[in-house]
């Protein structure tokens, strides 16, 4: 938006567009208002704006807006807590002599955007929890030829290939807030579609079939983590083991995890007050390199699989699909760089408890590789696919 479109806003009175908030000492309300502005439930198309340094009354606020306040506002896109990340910048601005950092939020393409599993609206100057018919409303609007490849309809697939159970027990208490659950007025049709389960015409979405099909190889066939482990340096090296780890993204997950530990070597330290534990490799630095793998990988256009190699001197982790969106081969890798080819799989995936935070799963391993006395990995970041090469501890 132009300045000049920011300052007649600026000196309006609150609306379904326009939100301030004199400071950011509630930080929780900007998230809402951000939700709000996403879903933008009066279907304007229009840039949903939130004001941070004015007060209610149009006057200005004081509020110092510095570069911590601008980094802590445009951090709440990707923390993980609004659900699918909605388009926003932050920028400082000085509007009639008051300086305040606007916050410029886009309509969501893919609604209904929930905060925390509520999905908040506003309309005129009320921002309230949805309806049931709200919601409905949301995904009525959906504009479905721009969405991600991971929230495309599986063409063929029906209902019948997933496991509504599973989606009943695991994976609804977890998406959804209980109040949400509480009021039961949605039909399991209205939940999946709410969602982004299920597409327009009536099919399972991708994501749908990654985390709840019956047989999702079936309709993906590279949805699978290929694993070896060598016993040598090259893999002509005799095989020690192979696998292929199939099942629905969360199958996936839990069984690498369980493989990592099995092949995990621990030596003791001993002579100190407290026998420790010295891994040739830490966990979380695997898990979480892995995670970024089956995530960030492409679905679209490829049979390949995410592929975990064990040798005796290293371990490399591959997956298809290479950088993505504001991610380059110049970025990748970089503190606070991220994008999602796959955002409704990474919903999924948040919702489900196996990704705690975003953008941060890179920066983690590093440290902890780092607090174990392994060196750094290694990445090699292609075109059509990117590898990770971690070595053990000396």
């Not at 000196?11 to 326009?18: N, P």
């Not at 503190?335 to 920066?363: H, Q």
């Amino acid at each position: 938006m132009t300045d000049a479109e920011l300052l007649a806003l600026f000196r309006l009175a609150e609306s379904d567009r326009v939100e301030r908030k004199e400071s950011n000492a509630h930080p929780d309300r900007i998230r809402q208002a951000i939700c709000a502005h996403a879903n933008d439930l009066p279907n304007h198309r229009e840039t949903g704006l939130i004001f941070v340094g004015q007060r209610d009354d149009l006057t200005c606020a004081g509020l110092n807006i510095d570069d911590r306040l601008l980094q802590t506002l445009a951090g709440y896109r990707s923390e993980g807590l609004i659900l699918p990340f909605p388009t926003m910048t932050v920028r400082r601005v000085t509007l009639d002599g008051c300086q305040v950092a606007v916050i410029e939020v886009e309509p969501s393409d893919n609604p209904p955007v929930r905060f925390e599993g509520r999905v908040w609206i506003r309309v005129g100057p009320r921002r309230a929890i949805a309806t049931a018919e709200e919601e409905r409303r949301l995904v009525e609007k959906r504009r479905w030829g721009s969405l991600p490849y991971d929230a495309h309809g599986v063409r063929g697939a029906t209902l019948d290939d997933l496991d509504l159970r599973r989606f009943q027990l695991e994976y609804l208490p977890a998406a959804f807030s209980p109040e949400a659950l509480a009021q039961n007025q949605r039909t399991q049709d209205d939940q999946l579609r709410a969602l982004r389960l299920v597409h327009a015409d009536g099919s399972p979405t991708v994501t749908a079939i990654l985390v709840l099909g019956v047989e999702p190889r079936r309709w993906i066939p590279g949805a699978y983590v290929q694993f070896l482990r060598v016993e040598g340096v090259n893999l002509t090296d005799p095989l020690v083991d192979q696998r292929e780890i199939g099942g629905t993204v969360a199958d996936q997950l839990r069984q690498a995890d369980e493989i990592m530990r099995l092949n995990i070597r621990r030596a003791a330290n001993v002579g100190g007050a407290v026998r420790e534990e010295a891994p040739d490799y830490p966990e979380e630095a695997l898990r979480q390199l892995i995670r970024n793998a089956v995530l960030h990988r492409a679905y679209e256009g490829t049979a390949a699989p995410v592929r975990i190699t064990w040798f005796s001197n290293r371990v490399e982790i591959q997956n298809p699909g290479g950088p993505y969106g504001q991610v380059t081969r110049q970025t990748f890798g970089q503190p606070g760089v991220a994008d999602y080819r796959n955002p409704t799989l990474a919903e999924a995936l948040k919702s489900m408890g196996f990704i705690e935070r975003f953008g941060v799963g890179i920066a983690i391993a590093r440290e902890r590789l780092a607090k174990n006395g392994n060196p750094q990995p290694d990445f090699t970041v292609e075109d059509a696919h990117i590898h990770v090469t971690v070595r053990p501890r000396p």
